[in-house]
């Protein structure tokens, strides 16, 4: 089995940062991708951001040039760098590894709330 350990949500006023943490850990032989998404209330989930093997990224348009992801492959954790944040980046995050060969793991979130 495969455990994803998320944190660092919380409340921030507009304009603040925050950074997440997920640790990945268990019967893990390999990674592929490592991500997060996010799911507001009454809204399908969504990419945030992903990170490949290789390093290569992408982002969601809505978090471009505020929000950056890296992964330490030798601590099999991915972070979450969100700067400038907005009320509409209200959300919980999860987290989420494509590993051993194409299996998608998740873990269980983190709130994320911008409030003033």
């Known amino acids: 089995q495969v455990q994803l350990v998320e944190s660092g949500g919380g409340l921030v006023q507009p304009g603040g940062s925050l950074r997440l943490s997920c640790a990945a850990s268990?019967?893990?032989?390999?990674?592929?991708?490592m991500g997060w998404y996010r799911q507001a209330p009454g809204k399908q989930r969504e990419l945030v951001a992903r990170i490949r093997s290789g390093g290569s990224t992408n982002y969601a348009d809505s978090v471009k040039g505020r929000f950056s992801i890296s992964r330490d492959n030798a601590k099999n954790t991915v972070y979450l760098q969100m700067n400038s944040l907005k009320p509409e980046d209200t959300a919980v995050y999860h987290c989420?590894?494509?590993?051993?060969?194409?299996?998608?793991?998740w873990g269980q979130g983190t709130q994320v709330t911008v409030s003033s």
């Open positions: 268990g019967i893990i032989f390999t990674i592929n991708a």
């Open positions: 989420h590894i494509d590993a051993n060969w194409g299996k998608d793991y």
